[in-house]
């Protein structure tokens, strides 16, 4: 849609004017699932999240900013405080006007009525516009979308908790660190390299070198199975950055980082060993494009906003089909469903099928978080709808102190979950929960029969692989 008016004059040779020319354009947007996805990121972050936020940022001094000092010196907070307060319309138009620094910094620590933003509607209050700037920066964020991986129809776009009080649309404009949501692509990668779900590595704490010769150590949030021989499909599933670091360390991080920007990521990405635990900055649109791939049996598809635009007299003037490449062969395409079909089912997503989702529908998925907590994200697929949701601070160094709330299972999944619960819940809309993927008669998952002596081992440990074969 992108310079659309310019590539497409009127008859006479004249630009068209959309606010004045009578054009119709058709959306993809439904707008009942629009309202879902509102209430869903509204419901999540103002009933849950933003209450917690607050209360462990009561009276901390420099909240909502964190106070691990190793990760932000307190001159690097100082630094940040000042440039948001040189980037207020208030510093703008008082610095045009002449006022000095001492000034500003008077006005700004002045108390004076003023309306601020709450879950609630907004508050008539007294506060001095320096304790209104970080009051606003305790505001969570988020992002939401969701369309139907086959048409590529962008059926809900949510780029905010709230449009009136934070316009900056972190659907497509904002990027931030996606951690674990990357270690499908890298798995992906590994499938076409000949790897399956029952392939094992030993679960320690690698230290890998990169090409230069220096030493790098990924941590690991859990202790399950420590020291043990795990297979791919356990350590996925569990989202384990040991084995993943192992992964990477047979691959090539040049060409996990050409296969992302095959999947749809355009951001520049650093071809570097520690790539496969996600530290690169994406977008939710261009996240929710890359796992449109795992719902469409490998194939990716581009978003489509807009299905048409007709003149005042109702001709047709521009057209918009999807557009599909193939990101992901055969053969891979079925292992990695496999096992992100297990991470919703007895991984890492599994809230999904407990109260109060109690989710039923076949669907896949990957949690993320990112270092320090300042990350949260969920991306969920069926064979209907791909979704994808980020929740976290203005800045990264904006989040919660510890792993309970600020995980992406915790920040981002459970707005995924009422989102899906919603949609589920309503007759009008073509979305079933007894959809799913199908899978040939004679898949092979791994190099022997995935039923037989591995069965037995999966039965051991509880984790299933039900629904597969559907």
């Known amino acids: 849609l992108y310079g659309w008016i310019e590539k497409n004059p009127k008859p006479d040779g004249t630009r068209y004017d959309i606010y004045t020319d009578g054009l119709k354009i058709y959306t993809t ?65 008082m610095k045009k006007a002449g006022a000095s620094e001492a000034e500003i910094k008077e006005a700004f620590a002045t108390k004076q009525d003023m309306k ?203 057209e918009f089909t999807p557009r599909h490449t193939e990101v992901i062969s055969t053969d891979a395409y079925y292992k990695i469903l496999s096992i992100l079909l297990n991470v919703v089912d007895g991984g890492t997503g599994n809230r999904l099928r407990r109260p109060p989702y109690n989710l039923t529908a076949q669907m896949g998925g990957k949690t993320g978080t990112t270092n320090s907590n300042s990350d949260g994200w969920f991306m969920g697929f069926t064979p209907q709808l791909v979704s994808g949701t980020w929740v976290g601070g203005e800045e990264r160094y904006i989040h919660f102190n510890g792993m309970a709330m600020g995980q992406g299972a915790s920040m981002a999944l459970p707005i995924y979950g009422k989102f899906m619960q919603k949609v589920y819940a309503d007759p009008t809309l073509p979305y079933k929960q007894d959809a799913k993927f199908t899978f040939p008669a004679n898949v092979n998952l791994c190099e022997k029969e995935y039923y037989g002596e591995f069965a037995d081992e999966q039965e051991e440990t509880g984790e299933s692989i039900e629904g597969v074969f559907d």
């Not at 629009?34 to 420099?62: C, D, I, M, N, W």
């Not at 990924?218 to 297979?231: K, L, Q």
């Not at 040049?254 to 999947?263: D, K, P, Q, Y």
């Open 29 to 93: 947007i439904d707008s009942r699932m629009q309202r879902y996805a509102e209430e869903a990121v509204t419901e999540h972050l103002g009933q849950t999240l933003q209450p917690s936020f607050f209360r462990e940022k009561k009276g901390v001094k420099g909240a909502p900013y964190t106070t691990n000092r190793e990760e932000l010196s307190s001159a690097q907070l100082a630094a940040l405080i000042d440039k948001a307060v040189k980037q207020t319309d208030r510093y703008y138009q």
């Open 116 to 318: 601020v933003f709450s879950y609630n509607g907004m508050i008539d209050t007294l506060m001095s516009p320096i304790d209104s700037l970080f009051y606003t920066k305790h505001f969570l964020r988020a992002g939401f979308m969701s369309m139907e991986p086959v048409t590529g129809h962008v059926k809900a776009y949510v780029g905010g908790p709230n449009f009136s009080a934070f316009q900056y649309d972190m659907v497509s404009t904002g990027r931030r660190q996606i951690g674990s949501t990357i270690k499908p692509f890298l798995y992906t990668y590994a499938m076409e390299e000949g790897f399956t779900p029952c392939d094992q590595l030993l679960n320690e704490q690698p230290t890998i070198y990169d090409e230069l010769g220096r030493p790098w150590t990924p941590r690991n949030a859990g202790s399950a199975r420590v020291g043990e021989m795990v297979d791919l499909r356990w350590a996925l599933t569990n989202s384990n950055n040991w084995i993943s670091a192992r992964l990477m360390s047979q691959l090539s991080p040049a060409t996990l980082a050409r296969n992302m920007h095959n999947f749809g990521i355009t951001n520049k990405l650093d071809p570097v060993i520690a790539l496969c635990l996600g530290p690169c900055d994406v977008s939710v649109k261009e996240m929710v494009t890359a796992y449109s791939a795992f719902a469409n049996k490998g194939m990716r598809v581009d978003p489509v906003f807009v299905t048409s635009i007709a003149d005042n007299n109702g001709n047709i003037i521009s």
